[in-house]
């Protein structure tokens, strides 16, 4: 059994946010979020995440992706993993995982768990320029680690130290528990520190290994808004670079945000300020044009995006897009349309080879396939309580300029006249035309204007 113990009860002072740390973002979701996944690729079956601070927050956040234990009053690393009973009798390995650490890669993770095969707790240290007031790795002559010493309780010789504590364990199961309770509290922050550990395993004759990181970016902790971007920027360019290499052309990665969930076909090219996001997918062949924010977007094949904002919709294949559209509320749209500029889609399914070409609202609206909507066309889909489905069936040409309160129907190779108001269901074939007919008052334009203008 493999389980993790994620600690992420603490407030995260340094953030000066109202946000629990661990729900800071990086590169779209949530740090805490990110450790999660990572142990789920590294086949991990259960994570207990520790909660304290803003728990409630978190626990909805994440209700669906582990188990929690909430840790009040928070009295150190060690006192949070001992809130996790509910892991006391398993059989295994445990990772215990500070939740401030988002970069931590499965392989990495994977390699802990299996250098603990044959050890009672492997301790992931990192060697750098700065220690800051990072954990000190102090080893033994022979080599082998001998404890951790926290930089408040550091003398000089160990403040010198260049090898320090990533946060980042793993530990036999049993062991574990079995001396959680040895920790004691007396130290300079009055706290039940995990890695006191070290020592207490070793002291009894247990295995305990400290191995070094391969890349101190992905290893390092986020304690403030200042080293949250940076964990953005390390991240963000392993994302591009995994995609650039799998064939996706980016004009510009350093300015182009994709999430972690994200997939793409091939020959798909970014343009520069695109964000995609969520389980956002792109496929073969399509390109996104600049300032678009795509989140849980799913678009086919050869289409062309500009400038738009879509969001938990799906387009198929050979659309343009905008620019200045926006695509939401689970609008399913089929092949070959075109949706033009400042066009606002929400909750329509269209057909195939429709046409939505400029400054158009459509909302819960069922469109069919060869559909004509002109210029200025609004769903008056709301009257002030529920919201109400348009119907529009294929062949159809609503003219600009028209508004259907839903509910309403259109019928197939109906026509609805420019500036029409419908209210009334339109047969198929049938015409409407609902507007005041005009009137033509011969001299009254230029009398009107010479008044207004106050000429004789
Ligand atoms: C900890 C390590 C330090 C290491 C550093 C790496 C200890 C005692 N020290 O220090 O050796 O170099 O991480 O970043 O472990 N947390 C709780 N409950 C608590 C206290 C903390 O859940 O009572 C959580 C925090 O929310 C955070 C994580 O544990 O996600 C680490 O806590 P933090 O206070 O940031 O530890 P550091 O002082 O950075
Ligand atoms: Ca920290």
Not at 95 to 102: K, R, T, W, Y
Not at 386 to 408: E, Q
Request: aromatic residues 6%.
């Amino acid at each position: 059994m493999k389980s993790a113990i994620l600690m992420a009860a603490g407030k995260g002072t340094r953030m000066h946010s109202d946000l629990p740390k661990v729900m800071h973002q990086v590169c779209g979701k949530p740090m805490l979020s990110h450790i999660i996944d990572n142990c789920r690729k590294a086949s991990v079956e259960r994570i207990v995440t520790i909660v304290g601070y803003g728990h409630e927050i978190v626990e909805a956040a994440m209700q669906n992706e582990c188990e929690f234990a909430l840790q009040m009053p928070q009295l150190g690393t060690g006192h949070a993993v001992m809130q996790a009973t509910q892991l006391e009798n398993e059989k295994g390995l445990t990772l215990v995982i500070n939740g401030d650490c988002p970069c931590i890669q499965s392989e990495t993770l994977e390699q802990l768990l299996k250098e603990c095969e044959d050890a009672d707790m492997v301790v992931l240290s990192a060697v750098v320029e700065d220690a800051r007031s990072y954990g000190r790795i102090v080893r033994k002559e022979n080599g082998n680690i001998d404890r951790i010493v926290e930089f408040k309780d550091c003398n000089e010789e160990e403040k010198a130290i260049h090898e320090i504590n990533t946060g980042i364990y793993c530990f036999n199961n049993e062991k574990l528990f079995k001396h959680l309770k040895d920790i004691g509290n007396k130290n300079a922050q009055k706290e039940y520190y995990i890695t006191d550990l070290v020592e207490i395993f070793n002291r009894n004759g247990l295995t305990v290994k400290a191995t070094i990181a391969k890349n101190n970016e992905e290893v390092a902790g986020v304690n403030d808004c200042y080293e949250l971007s940076l964990a953005e920027k390390w991240m963000r360019a392993q994302i591009n670079e995994k995609w650039m290499r799998a064939g996706v052309t980016f004009v510009n990665p350093d300015a182009t945000y994709v999430g972690t969930d994200v997939t793409f076909g091939h020959d798909v090219t970014l343009y520069p300020n695109v964000t995609l996001t969520g389980k956002t997918h792109i496929g073969n062949g399509t390109t996104i044009l600049p300032n678009c924010w795509l989140e849980n977007a799913v678009i086919g094949e050869n289409c062309k995006i500009d400038a738009s904002r879509i969001i938990d919709s799906e387009l198929k294949d050979d659309i343009t897009v905008g620019p200045f559209a926006h695509i939401r509320g689970h609008s399913l749209v089929e092949s070959k349309n075109r949706i033009g500029n400042f066009v606002e889609f929400k909750n329509n399914h269209i057909g195939y080879d429709s046409r939505c070409a400029h400054l158009t609202y459509l909302g819960d609206c069922e469109i069919g396939s060869n559909v004509n909507i002109g210029c200025g066309v609004v769903t008056v889909n709301y009257d002030g309580k529920n919201k109400w489905r348009t119907t529009v069936k294929d062949g159809a040409f609503i003219g600009s300029n028209a508004n259907l309160i839903a509910p309403v129907t259109v019928g197939e190779n109906g026509f609805v006249a420019c500036g029409s108001t419908i209210t009334d269901n339109v047969d198929d074939t049938d015409m409407a035309i609902a507007r005041a007919r005009q009137v033509n008052k011969p001299g009254y334009g230029k009398a009107y204007l010479d008044k207004v203008r106050g000429k004789k």
